[in-house]
């Protein structure tokens, strides 16, 4: 961490010990763990920080929730739905357990940014309680090879959901 970042989160902390009363002693502490450059002590800064998140598993969540937006669209537009369980078609979300990563991402986006606003409703918070990529990653390739992503034929939806 260079001189600079250190000096900006210590006068971050100096603020916030004025501003937050509850915790300005803990603010008052970082401030000067990093005014002085205590490197072994720069974990006791709590929050969300952690290495840049992926743009592989970034990518991945967009291509599975574009690809479940194709699915509830293209399924209303039919009309002929014969064959189609329409639960097939609802997004589950992800294993917390196993794919984190994802589930926190999807979670975002759709909770807190508001995007795909059709998957809003899935189950339990979008934790699926089992893996799913394997599935979704099956899904998004023949939803890729269908010929129009956006405007999905009765037959393409049931090759894309087919387990």
Same mark, same amino acid.
């Given at each position: 961490?260079?001189? $600079?970042? +250190? &000096?900006?989160?210590?006068?971050?902390?100096?603020?916030?010990? /004025?501003l937050?009363?509850?915790?300005?002693?803990?603010?008052?502490? &970082? *401030?000067?763990?990093?005014?002085?450059? =205590?490197?072994?002590? =720069?974990?006791?800064?709590?929050?969300?920080?952690?290495?840049?998140?992926?743009?592989?598993? *970034?990518?991945?969540?967009?291509?599975? #929730?574009?690809?479940? !937006?194709? #699915?509830?669209?293209? =399924? *209303? $537009?039919?009309?002929?739905?014969?064959?189609?369980?329409?639960?097939? #078609? +609802?997004?589950?979300?992800?294993? &917390?357990?196993?794919?984190?990563?994802?589930?926190?991402? *999807?979670?975002? /986006?759709?909770?807190?940014?508001?995007?795909?606003?059709?998957?809003?409703?899935? $189950?339990?918070?979008?934790?699926?309680?089992?893996?799913?990529?394997?599935?979704?990653? !099956?899904?998004?390739?023949?939803?890729?090879?269908?010929?129009?992503?956006?405007?999905l034929?009765?037959?393409?939806? #049931?090759?894309?959901v $087919?387990?």
């Amino acid at each position: 961490m260079t001189i $600079a970042e +250190r &000096l900006i989160l210590a006068n971050q902390h100096r603020i916030l010990a /004025l501003l937050d009363s509850e915790q300005s002693e803990h603010h008052k502490r &970082l *401030a000067t763990i990093f005014a002085r450059g =205590y490197q072994r002590e =720069y974990p006791l800064q709590e929050g969300e920080y952690v290495d840049e998140f992926h743009p592989g598993i *970034a990518g991945e969540v967009y291509d599975i #929730l574009d690809m479940y !937006r194709a #699915l509830h669209f293209g =399924y *209303a $537009a039919l009309e002929n739905k014969n064959g189609i369980d329409p639960a097939d #078609l +609802r997004f589950r979300g992800f294993d &917390l357990n196993h794919e984190g990563e994802h589930w926190e991402y *999807a979670r975002f /986006l759709i909770d807190e940014v508001g995007y795909w606003e059709e998957s809003k409703g899935a $189950a339990d918070k979008l934790n699926s309680h089992s893996p799913t990529l394997d599935r979704y990653r !099956r899904m998004v390739r023949r939803w890729k090879e269908s010929a129009d992503c956006q405007s999905l034929t009765t037959d393409e939806i #049931l090759h894309i959901v $087919a387990h």
